[in-house]
């Protein structure tokens, strides 16, 4: 059961970052994976492992990205803004993918959400630190509360199987991503059922073979 959940967790999120990434990406130049977070606190390790994960895999899938932060040299409070700034400088028009843990209702725990927004950076600990990227992922991890002591005990005390897990399934999915940029159409199809359940009525059968080939002669 657990399987059969992650694999659908890890579909659902493929299909959210291509189209973001899809729709993002025309604009920019790079791409930039900020992942934010420390090891320090359980919670908090879930953009670090993701950066650990990607660093050691992404160039040798493209030569056009690139990773900020992981367990070995985190991206915190202290030191983000510095790092932003390094980003703009060293790139002329970067899309920034921010990835971080968050807090969010008990029903969205172990929940990863993909948006083609800026990310709150310290909004979980009821700080206003900066509003950064053009694309956030957030995993959720725990159920935010109403002070900012019992969020950072949650942060402490989080089950970190359910971390490892949400890391696992975005640096895989950013990584399948990435690797199938070209390809990836096909596996739409099956990944999404959204994208491609419309091919099946009856009424469109035709069009179905003829969208195709289409995109069999690309």
């Known amino acids: 059961m657990a399987d059969k959940k992650n694999k659908i967790k890890y579909n659902k999120f493929i299909c959210e970052f291509y189209n973001e990434l899809n729709e993002k990406n025309k604009a920019f130049s790079d791409l930039i994976f900020l992942c934010i977070g420390t090891d320090r606190l359980t919670g908090d390790c879930f953009g670090p492992l993701v950066g650990d994960k990607l660093k050691s895999n992404i160039n040798n899938i ?30 002329d028009n970067p899309c920034i993918v921010a990835i971080d843990a968050a807090l969010s209702t ?3 725990i172990g929940k990863i959400i993909v948006t083609n927004n800026s990310l709150k950076l310290g909004k979980g600990l009821q700080k206003n630190i900066a509003q950064i990227g053009n694309i956030s992922i957030k995993g959720v991890i725990g159920k935010k509360r109403k002070s900012r ?3 950072m005990e949650i942060l402490q005390n989080t089950s970190l199987n359910i971390v490892m897990n949400m890391a696992s ?17 096909w596996d739409l199809l099956y990944k999404c059922p959204q994208f491609g ?8 059968r035709v069009g179905r073979y003829i969208w195709i080939l289409v995109i069999w002669k690309i």
């Open 62 to 91: 493209t030569m056009n990205a690139r990773v900020y932060g992981s367990l070995e040299e985190p991206i915190i409070q202290s030191n983000v803004n510095s790092k932003i700034n390094e980003i703009y400088i060293k790139y």
């Open 106 to 108: 008990e029903e969205n």
């Open 149 to 151: 002591k019992k969020n």
């Open 169 to 185: 399934i975005v640096s895989n999915g950013i990584m399948e991503v990435l690797q199938e940029e070209y390809n990836f159409i």
């Open 197 to 204: 359940k419309n091919l099946y009525k009856p009424e469109v």
